[in-house]
């Protein structure tokens, strides 16, 4: 493993011991894949990542449960649109987020997760409230192109 991925699942690891939970190999063989793509990825693809990288066979249920304990440790995001998920970028653990922002290239699906405003989240807020709903897990994922593509069709 890459020695800053591995920085990156060792925090993880620890957190997860803080929280009472435990951090298993393939639950790490996941998340080690989901921090080397910058692509989102489904679970069918992180079952193929396991087979060639660690030569793990995983069912694709296990990948889902995996997946979902990793997403409550707020390790990772499940992208909606895609049904793929990513390792969060707040990871390293600098801050915590509480509303993500996705921005998914249409050609090349990279996906970048910003930070987004408090003005804006409020504004957001408000209007979903205007709207008489109620705010429930924040997300916003975007279509974009991203620059290396952007470049390339140019
Ligand atoms: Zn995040
Ligand atoms: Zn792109």
Known sequence: MKSKVKAIIDRAEQQCKANGTRMTSKRKQILYGLLQSDKALSAYELVEYCKTEFNETIPAMSVYRILEFLEEERLV????????????????????????????CQSCQRVKEVDISESVVRSLKQNVRDAGFELHRPQLEINCICAGCANSHA
Do not use: D
């Open 77 to 104: 995001h499940r992208l909606n649109l895609a049904n793929k998920y990513v390792a969060c970028a707040h990871i390293a653990g600098e801050h915590e987020h509480s509303v993500s922002q996705f921005l998914i």
